[in-house]
């Protein structure tokens, strides 16, 4: 049984990863940060035991990670950890760079101080490398322009892990994965706020929703379609790094037509634009190039524009009606 490690198991991207390669029969062990509360909502359903285990460990703190590795000898590692908010990466850089930047070397360095150069290893790259961009549409060869302490620190570990192979003979592979959406994503990103705001505006639970940017343009795919694109790097016989994208191109604005229409709604009745949820230094458009995805791995995605909004909108709009029922019965203080 192949033996698979996953930071930031708890998260979108490692929730569906887990469910994934526990499908390919490996043995799935996941990092956890130690905290007062649980966060583990995505991945509760795994049942826990000799195929699925999780471990306290933390990208900042060297013994934890070593800790980890000696007892999982994990034949891939799965780098998907992060301080993952754009915007909140502007408050807090020095944070940012220590978890998204340097957690991905320590990681590596551990699995080379202690002889695991075997050990395959994905780092979770971004779109947000672009930044600023120079070619539409984004490709491998596409030249990086971070534009938030946040892609500067995934640039770090961008080279960081090329650096890796190079130097070691590594299996270490970067996904450039640009947006991916799912009914899993944290309520903070723009894509769930919308969806989770309009199915409350649908039922009298909410009555505005405040926004940024609205004509800020995303290549938006299925996180559950993007994992297997992971796998598949680590399947390689000769380690690269690849983009996976739709290579399509929708605004926060096209999101909203989507969302609301779905629900019969207009939106422009109740959003509302707030500064303070616009970027120091935006980025404008990303679309990327996912062609040598699909001819070198196979990849492709399933899912359309339209129905990632539909999927999240439906698991929205079920959640919402869960919580107006709860409210109804809950007895005033």
Known sequence: MPKALITGITGQDGSYLAEFLLGKGYGVHGLVRRSSTFNTWRIDHLPRGENFALHYGDLNDVSSLLETIRRVQPDEVYNLAAQSHVRVSF???EYTAECTGLGCLRLLEVLRAEGLTKTRFYQASSSELYGKVHEVPQSEKTPFHPRSPYAAAKAFAFYT????????GMHAVNGILFNHESPRRGESFVTRKITRAATRI??????SLALGNL????DWGYAKDYVEAMWLMLQTERPDDYVIATGETHSVREFLDETFAYLELDWKKYVKLDERHLRPSEVDLLIGDP?????????KPRTTFQGLVRLMVDADLAQAEREKRDERRSPPP
Do not use: V
């Open 161 to 168: 892990t090329l650096n890796y192979r190079e130097a070691y």
């Open 291 to 299: 062609r040598r995805a699909q001819t070198e791995l196979g990849w």
């Open 91 to 93: 408050d807090m850089p």
């Open 215 to 218: 004509d800020a343009k995303r």
């Open 202 to 207: 649908k039922l009298g639970m909410q009555s």
